[in-house]
């Protein structure tokens, strides 16, 4: 089954039960909100998971594109990326649970074809706070699949305060020998599809108060799905990146460690200048900056003639429609040409600046100031030119 297909028999699964598909899905949050960027489905979504109204009513649905920079490190595992679409479900005051897990259950079994021998849930086990997830742990137990309890992490907020709630998670057996053990014993165990039972709000002083309204907000990581589902070991082998996989080797020989930070870096950056981001030195342009600077310096380390107008315009033009995105694929490939170039100026003054007798030896936080502020470079930049 490729993607296309599984977001098909997600989206219509649950609107046959009652949810709206909402349209956006830009990575952009809305406007007075403080991140950066969206990180998952329920983002959008908070100011109704704590009680206003939605136009759309209380059950919906999305697939939304979601950026995780928190993951930059373990980009190239077999299950991270920076940019990841999430299917997401909501009840917003409407069902509960254990209605969830059912439906999440047969939609992974019945809908797409999951193995139910392959399924292992996990549940909240409760703390000095509040207690276990009995009702999760019931609806698993009828289900026949096996539970594990865990506290840290079958709780899920979206930063220090706010919504926030314990929830279920559901792992998918990832290995070549039959399942065994449980997901926080064996990371062959990949968690798929996780359900927050969204009914508290943690305040400043870290105390928990119950949200107007008792809500459940679900995510299902779509390359990891697709993945699994395709028999393959990791994400950069599912149909998304196809096109990928098929182009970038054969421009570029490089390991697959570094194959994989382009995949995941490349795509990133255009999905994000899709989305009308565009590079700079703060907030969002410098996250854009960074994933293309690391890439560039991936790429440059064995060939400074590589360059990202080696990029052919489909595989700008397959990410833009996968997203959904209506962004000019020429005008993605001119910023990201301008983008290298820049950089490319730059390592040529960073490295000319270093030689200088004054920094030879350990930079002092004032050097680092005083390189950053009047030279535009940026502390990462000038360590990793002192390694070269
Ligand atoms: N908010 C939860 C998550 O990101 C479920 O959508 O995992």
Redesign the pocket.
Known sequence: MDTETMVRTFVEYVEERGHRRISGSTLLPPPGDPVLFT?????PLTPHLEGRPHPLGRRLVNVQR?LRTTDLEEVGDATHLTVFE?L?TWSLGDYEGPRSLDWGYRLLTEGLGVDPGMLYATVYAGDDRTGPDTASLEVWQELGVPVELTVEDNW?S?GPVGPCGP?S?IFLWSGDTPPRSTPTRDDRWVEVW???M?RHRRLENGSLVPLPQRNV????GLERLASLLQGKSSVFECDVFDPWRRIVPALWPLDEPSLRLAYDHLRSAVVVLGDGVRPGNTGRGYVLRRLLRRVLTVLWRDDPSRSLGDLPDELVSHTLHHCRQTGDPREVRRVLLEEERRFHHLLIRGRHLLARPRFQGPLSDEDFRYLHDTHGLPRELVTSLREE
């Open positions: 990180t998952s489905g329920m983002h979601c999430m997401g899920w979206n929830d998670e996780n359900h927050v969204m907000d679900t995510g299902l």
